[in-house]
């Protein structure tokens, strides 16, 4: 059973970076690919980033050059480098696992669509 928790949100204005985290925990091949999915109230949910274990990345488009995903699986942490923020950002941002390789993994983050297990979310703000 897979367990994630997230970290790393809060308030910042318009320019400003964050770092998500997201702690692990359960079978490492549940957790081939790992990605981070945000959701703004009345919006569909949007695959942000993802990345397998040889550390192949994917980004959505919106946060391409902005953002950074990076996963150190020593210590079973995903992370997500957040810079140049946009109000646009503002969404609960969620932190997804699945024992997927990483073609249909990118595949599904860029339907924003389920990995397989999800963590509780943690809140982005934007001003």
């Known amino acids: 059973h897979v367990q994630l928790v997230e970290s790393g949100g809060g308030s910042v204005q318009a320019g400003g970076s964050l770092r998500l985290s997201c702690l692990a925990s359960?079978?490492?091949?549940?957790?081939?690919?790992m990605g981070w999915f945000r959701q703004a109230p009345g919006k569909e949910r949007e695959g942000v980033a993802a990345i397998d274990d040889d550390g192949v990345t994917r980004y959505a488009d919106s946060v391409k050059g902005r953002f950074t995903i990076s996963r150190d699986n020593a210590k079973n942490t995903l992370y997500l480098q957040m810079n140049s923020l946009k109000p646009e950002d503002t969404a609960m941002y969620y932190c997804?696992?699945?024992?997927?390789?990483?073609?249909?993994?990118?595949?599904?983050?860029?339907?924003?669509?389920?990995?397989?297990?999800w963590g509780q979310g943690t809140q982005v703000a934007v001003s």
């Open positions: 997804a696992a699945g024992g997927l390789a990483g073609g249909y993994c990118f595949y599904l983050l860029e339907r924003g669509l389920n990995l397989g297990y």
């Open positions: 359960g079978p490492t091949y549940s957790m081939y690919c």
